[in-house]
């Protein structure tokens, strides 16, 4: 029996299109391009958990190429039919995989594109790899504006196994018509006649048996488990160490958390209703002509679901795993099973805590973590996500960025002004890559207000000599404005979300505080049209009342957008944020200045952020750990 928040089935994708084929004329000229589980609304969750039996619904997004139009449609299962069709004016849906794909094999079809690799000395096609990326509006030539554009790079392997993002064809690119799958424009530096044969010798490979690179020894490292794991898996919901929480998944967010909460005493305490990554904003910070487009929304344009990889034992996790499949689907509405898409496993994790008393000896307790992970690949990037719970009640949230760097060629002079030289004549632009993190949490109940807090030193004074006071201020946010947070080195500002309703054993509200860390700021001009697709990445923090339909900081479909429609719009209203259902986005993630090291593939970048309760125990929650093994005790 499913419950109301698990993820579609296969089934049901196939279900939901064809109730739209039959009843809305969705035929051979439509695409799909999102089709997921309509979650049900808080208020509404805890009746359909009870058994209220009201069917599941899915929410579509899909165009017709003929004419560009695109539609929302609420599909109910239960009730076999569309209980709402919704026009969408001027909007372009997430790029579909299936887009991606036909535009590779159209552009390496095409006459002007073929020349153009000629003269640079590439003729074997079977090498050639084009990647399409997505656009900014402001960016679309003004004679091509309305319609759902793309614009593609072109790479060349040194063979056939060789790395694809190895050989950047510098100065090639081309503008293509999604929709009529045509190719505009090939955008060639080269004058016509022109040749280059002089493409640089790179050191692009990075798969042994190609860089013909002795391999170090490394030992075995083995995880055994002897006695089974830690955790339990009843459906999607997770049981493990007074954790408690359930797995969803769709194709934009990837990974969803919900329901995240402790088992204190055994009684369930909610600390979060729902977590996920809502955005991914990544520009590239190099004008020149290979570059200038590149700004990738990769959970808006392209959907962290979609990209989501396989994932394999002893490779990606170690240990005891458990995993479990996604499906997303194609353009087509066919649903597309992902196997092992998500691992579920325990780790060691060094000393939770300790001490060493000269009567009492060593008392020590080893910490252990559940990690909860998904791994995506976008095009030459991957991005390895791991949300990890602890026993004492913390939350870790990280990210790994690795894959292969977007390269191209240094100019005539030989240097890189907006990047790094990483190979011969080969450079990696500098970009950063803004992740959104929407945090529902609701910590001991919905109603809470999330406080600034800051520290400050109070100075020399006739009652501190020596000037070593320092206060702690906690200013609670009160509106939407207020709730605009930048981070600030000085005070060491961070934020604490209470619920002024519910105390602890000492008297104090009950709370969780989120730790930034990885925040940097957007160095973009408010002007700029990256920073108007993306507002959301102007604060470190940004706080809403929960709507169940604000979803998308930087706008539904940030596709071919010209203005972030998401936070800045929200936040306009200056709704008030205190005592009520709060929602934190939280914008973090990896200011890349590129490295030789990243290069030929990047070993992993890492950041996290933290979410750790701050008097929502009245002291250590994991007093009660047993030594482990048990000669560990005193
Ligand atoms: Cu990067």
Known sequence: MAHPLDPLTAGEIRQAAAILRRDRGVGASWRFASIELREPAKDALAALEAGDAAGRDAIVVCWDRADGRAYRAVVSLAGDAVTTWEDLPGQHPNMTVDEWHECDEVLRADPAMVEALARRGITDLSLVLTDMWAYGAALVPERYRGRRIGWSDVWYRGSEHGSPYAHHVTGLHAVIDLNSMTVLEIEDSLGAGDVASDQPEVRGEYLPELTGMPLREVKPLQVSQPEGVGFTLDGRLISWQNWQLRLGFNHREGLVLHQVGFLDSGRFRSVAHRLSFAEMFVPYRDPSPDHYRRTAFDIGEWGLGFMTTSLELGCDCLGEITYLDAVVHDSRGEPREIPHAICVHEEDNGVLWKHVDERAGAAVRRARRLVISFHVTVANYEYLVYWRFYQDGNIECEVRATGILVTSHVGADGSAVNGTVVD???????????????????????????????????????????????????????????????????????????????????????????????????????????????????????????????????????????????????????????????????????????????????????????????????????????????????
């Open 424 to 634: 011969q004549r080969t450079y990696a632009p500098f970009h950063q890559h803004f992740i959104v993190a929407r945090l529902d949490l609701d910590v001991d109940g919905p109603d809470n207000t999330v406080h600034m807090t800051e520290s400050r030193a109070t100075g020399v004074s006739d009652d501190d000599p020596f000037g070593l006071g320092l206060v702690v201020t906690s200013m609670p946010l009160r509106t939407e404005a207020e709730g605009k947070q930048d981070y600030d080195w000085a005070t060491q500002r961070g934020w604490k979300v209470v619920n002024d309703n519910v105390r602890n054993g000492l008297g104090s509200s009950v709370g969780y505080k989120l730790v930034p860390s990885g925040m940097f700021p957007p160095l973009l001009d408010p002007s700029t049209p990256a920073f108007r697709r993306a507002e959301a990445i102007g604060h470190t923090l940004w706080v809403t009342p929960y709507r169940p339909d604000e979803r998308w900081p930087c706008g539904e479909f940030p596709n071919l957008s010209s203005r972030d429609s998401g936070l800045p719009a929200w936040t306009a209203a200056d709704r008030p944020i205190e005592n009520t259902d709060v929602v934190l986005w939280y914008v973090f993630g990896i200011h890349h200045i590129t490295r030789p090291e990243d290069w030929p593939v990047m070993p992993v970048d890492t950041v996290s952020f933290w979410l750790k309760p701050f008097g929502f125990f009245d002291r250590n929650p994991a007093l009660d750990l047993p030594p482990n093994p048990a000669e560990c005790e005193a």
